[in-house]
């Protein structure tokens, strides 16, 4: 990786980009820090300390920190990524969105700008919700109409300013802009976390204790780091043989190929749908000001609480934690499943004289690719689950209550692997540009080190 990065400083285009895109990253954690005029911020960290879920937690560390401190940037991009998902679940649903997305460049365009409408939208319905919600109990200095109004223009244009430089770096900088954005929101946080943990695990203890702690530590981040890694680049690849046609005296195809089928198939999605669903209900009574008593409702809503999971002392709750897991499972096999489309695959390859060795054509070929598909999924899920776990057992057993967990390790491995990728496609595409001019030769040269 360090390798990678040193050659790229040594190509000027690229370079010119990674610095645009760091500049473009200040300009972010800048953002981030400037306060949303007529609120009072002391507010919303009082109310969010007083939570016992960690649905704001998850909230916060995607917004790196914004959120309770109630910054211009305090949506985050967290509307945009609702709004990509949403389309991608109506481009399936909708046949005109789905003949719109098979146009090429011109279909794309018009399916993100959609996606922005949405987006503005988005961040429209949550900041109003927030500014009437919250702005009646002590969130605004003043709670009259211009007040409000301040509040919503800010946060909708706070939002709508970081999806503008999302699509920004995409096109003049780095790797993809919105994930490079949501990826520095997270690391923000994450120094924050380790002096939690420093100050509740080694700080104070003896010398052998506190550096076991520090040791162990240590391990489990690397262990889940590489584990997270290699769920990330794992893949089954299915071996694809294309015939051999013969067209007066010349000989096409006969050449042999694969289906990449990634283990980890949907990403952090499934991840994302269950604990957005599984805090939703634990969002809606706290703003209600509801779920603090002992009725069986708010047995539920406890159970619901992350928090509350792997805790010896009450291990009936932790019925939630196994309801969470079916939920990521099944989220995994559903969006694998509208993004994913064996039927659509097998007859590509018979247009194209292609065929799995050892399988006919038509439907053997479907039956055989969805149960390969079933599988993979399967075991994708499973080590999603093991990611996102180990977080709640540590924070119901030892207390350990940190913003990032399993989700944002996935989240930042997947974009640093995503981004490196684009990084080496590009000073792959300039080396092969060498060979077409003397000056690109030399330059090429001098990227090798000739």
Request: with cysteine; aromatic share 12%.
């Amino acid at each position: 990786m360090l390798r990678t990065v040193r050659r790229a400083f040594q190509i000027e285009d690229i370079r010119k980009r990674l610095f645009y895109t760091f500049l473009m990253l200040i300009v972010v954690r800048l953002g981030s820090q400037l306060p949303t005029p007529g609120v009072d911020p002391t507010y919303i960290q009082n109310f969010f300390a007083n939570q016992s879920g960690d649905a704001f937690n998850f909230f916060d560390a995607f917004t790196g920190g914004s959120f309770t401190q109630m910054s211009v940037f305090a949506l985050s991009i967290t509307p945009y990524i609702t709004s990509s998902i949403i389309m991608q679940l109506l481009t399936i649903a909708i046949p005109k969105l789905e003949e719109m997305q098979k146009e090429g460049e011109e279909g794309r365009k018009k399916i993100a700008a959609i996606t922005r409408y949405v987006t503005v939208a988005l961040a429209l319905v949550e900041s109003t919700a927030m500014a009437v919600g919250f702005g009646r109990q002590g969130l605004l200095v003043e709670y009259n109409f211009v007040n409000a109004a301040i509040v919503v223009c800010t946060l909708t244009a706070g939002s709508a300013f970081l999806m503008w430089i999302g699509e920004r770096i995409t096109e003049k900088g780095v790797g993809n802009g919105i994930s490079i954005v949501l990826l520095i929101n997270i690391l923000s946080r994450i120094p924050h976390d380790f002096v939690t943990l420093y100050s509740q695990f080694v700080k104070g203890k003896t010398l052998a204790k506190g550096g076991l702690a520090a040791i162990i530590i240590f391990a489990i981040l690397l262990a889940v780091t590489v584990f997270v890694v290699i769920l990330q680049g794992g893949e089954r690849r299915i071996a694809v043989q294309y015939s051999q046609k013969v067209q007066g005296r010349r000989t096409y195809g006969g050449q042999s190929t694969h289906i990449p089928l990634k283990v980890n198939t949907s990403g952090v999605i499934p991840v994302i749908f269950a604990s957005s669903l599984m805090q939703f209900p634990i969002v809606i009574a706290s703003f209600l000001g509801k779920g603090s008593g002992d009725g069986i409702g708010s047995q539920i809503l406890r159970a619901m609480n992350s928090n509350n999971w792997c805790n010896p002392d009450n291990l009936v709750y932790s019925i939630g934690l196994l309801v969470y897991i079916v939920l990521t499972i099944f989220f995994a096999y559903f969006y694998t499943s509208i993004t994913f489309n064996p039927l659509e695959i097998a007859n590509n390859m018979k247009k194209s004289g292609g065929f799995i060795p050892g399988i006919r054509p038509g439907k053997p070929t479907v039956e055989y690719l969805q149960t390969i598909l079933n599988r993979i999924v399967f075991i994708g899920a499973c080590g999603l689950v093991i990611v996102q776990v180990i977080p709640y057992f540590f924070n119901g057993v030892f207390g350990a209550n940190v913003s990032f967990g399993g989700t944002s390790l996935i989240i930042i491995v997947g974009v640093v692997l995503e981004t490196i990728k684009k990084i080496e496609a590009q000073m792959l595409v300039r080396n092969y540009s060498g060979f077409l001019s003397s000056k690109g030769a030399s330059s090429k040269s001098s990227f090798l080190g000739y």
